[in-house]
């Protein structure tokens, strides 16, 4: 037999080792121009506002030569209008110069949007101080708040008569219409927003209607329905009834919004930790939206503050204090207005102008209470210990 043979085993290069990779360090360039800072959105530099306004000043007096010198076009409005325009073309012009294309589009959006700001505020300043203005001089006299007009004929002056009833007035109408719809309200956004079915589409539906009905049309149907129908007497409670009627679609509406804002994981948190419906709804839902239900809270004073039809219809005018509001008429703001801006004397139209100034006021005093009120509490707010817990405390630390 013959010896096995061997085949001499084939010796493989060995591989060559991974390339270590190397960090490249950054080297400045000394000899190199600064480098150009590239545009971002923010606060504007000094040279952008300083080319605003010189745009706007110079598209000014481009207007006045134009409306008051070259063109037939005299009186402030034209002015305006012209101001206006020219403005737009002049920042328009100037930031082109300097800048690119989405820089003149937010130039010219920011200069319209910012105009009309300017103009809606200046219509509620003009208006607010023509209103005070009228009606400063009743308004230097403490009676004009504290007394009633019994008595008091229309040439007489400021220091005899006065708003003190129909403030009065005012102030139980709206704590009566208040107290009507407020619970109403939020019970209907409540059934809507947690309860739903098929019958909250139809209760959403009417709501939806009744908040664009005419005020004249709700004075109507108070007084046809509880005045001749029920035979109940024209009063403050009467007045309060068509204010409930105007406030009342106004807090069903906003208040359902505000409850569809609340996160639905408060909701599945509380029933997950055996809550009811109707707790998780008090505890968590209406807590979580206060702030947003003062605010329609506000919305719908501010709608029946100023009616005037429905309370001419139901309540008609008195000269006296009245404080029992089922018992014959009332007199409000609203009719106390009505009833001197109709009149021929001018004391009593600057009367009236007073009393809108009070009522607007009021409106004022009345919204600042309710943010207040719905304000919510700091997170970071923390109780100071008083000495009664630093002394149970004492024992439990020792």
Same mark, same amino acid.
């Given at each position: 037999?013959?010896?096995?043979?061997?085949?001499?085993?084939?010796?493989?290069?060995?591989?060559?080792?991974?390339?270590?990779?190397?960090?490249?360090?950054?080297?400045?360039?000394?000899?190199?121009?600064?480098?150009?800072?590239?545009?971002?959105?923010?606060?504007?530099?000094?040279?952008?506002?300083?080319?605003?306004?010189?745009?706007?000043?110079?598209? !000014?007096?481009?207007?006045?030569?134009?409306?008051?010198?070259?063109?037939?076009?005299?009186?402030?409005?034209?002015?305006?209008?012209?101001?206006?325009?020219?403005?737009?073309?002049?920042?328009?012009?100037?930031?082109?110069?300097?800048?690119?294309?989405?820089?003149?589009?937010?130039?010219?959006?920011?200069?319209?949007?910012?105009?009309?700001?300017?103009?809606?505020?200046?219509?509620?300043?003009?208006?607010?101080?023509?209103?005070?203005?009228?009606?400063?001089?009743?308004?230097?006299?403490?009676?004009?708040?504290?007394?009633?007009?019994?008595?008091?004929?229309?040439?007489?002056?400021?220091?005899?008569?006065?708003?003190?009833?129909?403030?009065?007035?005012?102030?139980?109408?709206?704590?009566?219409?208040?107290?009507?719809?407020?619970?109403?309200?939020?019970?209907?956004?409540?059934?809507?927003?947690?309860?739903?079915?098929?019958?909250?589409?139809?209760?959403?539906?009417?709501?939806?209607?009744?908040?664009?009905?005419?005020?004249?049309?709700?004075?109507?149907?108070?007084?046809?329905?509880?005045?001749?129908?029920?035979?109940?007497?024209?009063?403050?409670?009467?007045?309060?009834?068509?204010?409930?009627?105007?406030?009342?679609?106004?807090?069903?509406?906003?208040?359902?919004?505000?409850?569809?804002?609340?996160?639905?994981?408060?909701?599945?948190?509380?029933?997950?930790?055996?809550?009811?419906?109707?707790?998780?709804?008090?505890?968590?839902?209406?807590?979580?939206?206060?702030?947003?239900?003062?605010?329609?809270?506000?919305?719908?004073?501010?709608?029946?503050?100023?009616?005037?039809?429905?309370?001419?219809?139901?309540?008609?005018?008195?000269? !006296?204090?009245?404080?029992?509001?089922?018992?014959?008429?009332?007199?409000?703001?609203?009719?106390?207005?009505?009833?001197?801006?109709?009149?021929?004397?001018?004391?009593?139209?600057?009367?009236?102008?007073?009393?809108?100034?009070?009522?607007?006021?009021?409106?004022?005093?009345?919204?600042?209470?309710?943010?207040?009120?719905?304000?919510?509490?700091?997170?970071?707010?923390?109780?100071?210990?008083?000495?009664?817990?630093?002394?149970?405390?004492?024992?439990?630390?020792?």
């Amino acid at each position: 037999m013959s010896a096995p043979t061997t085949t001499p085993t084939e010796v493989l290069p060995a591989a060559d080792p991974a390339p270590v990779p190397a960090t490249h360090l950054p080297q400045r360039d000394l000899d190199a121009a600064p480098p150009v800072p590239r545009p971002r959105l923010g606060r504007p530099t000094a040279e952008e506002q300083l080319t605003v306004v010189g745009a706007w000043v110079s598209a !000014f007096a481009l207007a006045w030569v134009l409306t008051q010198r070259l063109l037939p076009l005299a009186g402030a409005a034209w002015l305006v209008i012209a101001w206006f325009v020219l403005g737009l073309v002049t920042s328009a012009v100037t930031t082109s110069m300097s800048g690119r294309r989405v820089d003149v589009v937010d130039r010219v959006v920011a200069g319209v949007i910012t105009s009309g700001a300017v103009l809606v505020g200046a219509a509620l300043l003009s208006t607010v101080l023509f209103v005070v203005y009228r009606g400063w001089e009743p308004l230097l006299h403490l009676n004009f708040f504290v007394d009633d007009m019994a008595g008091v004929g229309p040439r007489d002056p400021f220091d005899r008569g006065g708003i003190g009833h129909a403030i009065l007035g005012s102030v139980i109408e709206l704590g009566i219409a208040i107290a009507v719809t407020l619970p109403l309200g939020i019970g209907t956004a409540v059934f809507m927003t947690e309860v739903g079915g098929r019958f909250a589409v139809v209760v959403r539906t009417i709501v939806e209607a009744m908040t664009a009905l005419p005020s004249i049309v709700a004075g109507l149907f108070v007084y046809t329905v509880l005045i001749v129908a029920l035979g109940f007497p024209r009063s403050g409670f009467a007045a309060a009834m068509a204010l409930s009627v105007m406030m009342l679609p106004i807090i069903a509406r906003a208040s359902d919004v505000v409850l569809r804002v609340v996160p639905g994981g408060l909701r599945e948190a509380s029933l997950a930790l055996g809550a009811s419906r109707w707790r998780t709804v008090w505890h968590v839902v209406l807590p979580t939206a206060r702030p947003g239900l003062a605010t329609a809270l506000i919305l719908g004073v501010a709608r029946g503050v100023g009616e005037t039809s429905p309370v001419l219809l139901t309540s008609g005018v008195a000269t !006296f204090f009245v404080t029992d509001p089922t018992d014959g008429v009332m007199n409000s703001l609203p009719l106390f207005i009505f009833k001197g801006a109709r009149s021929p004397e001018p004391m009593d139209i600057e009367r009236a102008f007073a009393a809108a100034t009070v009522l607007l006021v009021l409106v004022l005093a009345l919204f600042v209470v309710a943010r207040l009120v719905a304000r919510p509490a700091r997170a970071g707010a923390r109780r100071t210990p008083t000495r009664t817990t630093r002394a149970k405390r004492a024992p439990e630390e020792s």
